[in-house]
């Protein structure tokens, strides 16, 4: 069966740019949660998908992020226009209980923005 | 105040050692709590969810004190391939919080 699995694995582009980065989650798995990890910090919390609908967006740290799951399945997260703070690991997870169920991780989308 | 708070480290023990990790917690209403591992640019991955009566998988044993709001991870006989970092996860309100990791070194 197939993980969670995340495009590009590494993306490098100018402050100002604009980047796209997919998740395509574990079929079955309605709960979907992009991650983010800057260099020497924790993993932080972006936001929460059940099916297509955002459940918990607390997480964004401002409107250049923009995130969508249309028809409940892949999800995309859009970084316009991108800044030098931006740079970091982006994970996404799935999981099918979101209470008390184990996350899956996909491997990560590296962002470097110079 | 940090949702979740471990030891950065990191933990350098030699091959065979017993080693523990910690990791706290702010929430009193958190649901569910697990240990992940991470290994150098890499994703994490589940190690073992944390139960109130205590669990034990091989040589790790994993407990909870939600009086103290405190989990703990204890490897025994440690190997070349734990090393990584261990990351503390907590559930609270249909959230995943992540303590920054505790790295392990573990030496021939």
């Known amino acids: 069966e197939a993980g ?37 910090k924790e993993i932080k919390f972006l936001l929460h998908f059940v099916k297509e609908s955002k459940q918990d967006e607390s997480g964004m740290p401002n409107n250049r992020f923009l995130a969508e799951r249309t028809g409940g399945t892949y999800s995309t997260l859009k970084v316009q226009p991108a800044e030098l703070e931006d740079s970091g690991v982006y994970f996404c ?22 | 105040r940090k949702e979740v708070e471990q030891d950065p480290g990191p933990f350098n023990v030699p091959e065979g050692a017993t080693v523990a990790f910690n990791c706290t917690y702010s929430n009193s209403a958190s649901q569910s709590f697990f240990w992940y591992r991470q290994d150098c640019r890499k994703e994490p991955k589940l190690l073992m969810s944390v139960y109130s009566s205590g669990n034990e998988d091989g040589r790790f044993t994993a407990q909870l004190n939600r009086a103290s709001q405190y989990i703990s991870l204890l490897i025994r006989d440690s190997k070349l391939s734990d090393s990584a ?24």
Request: charge should be positive.
């Open chain 1, 4 to 40: 969670v699995t995340q495009f590009p694995s590494h993306s490098v582009i100018e402050k100002g740019q604009t980047v796209t980065l997919r998740c395509d989650p574990i079929s079955g798995h309605d709960n979907l949660y992009w991650y983010r990890r800057v260099m020497g």
């Open chain 1, 93 to 114: 997870a799935s999981s099918w209980d979101r209470a008390t169920g184990e996350l899956f991780f996909g491997e990560g989308s590296r962002l470097t923005v110079l």
């Open chain 2, 85 to 108: 970092t261990y990351l503390c996860v907590v559930n609270g309100f249909n959230k995943f919080y992540f303590g920054s990791g505790t790295k392990l070194n573990v030496k021939p």
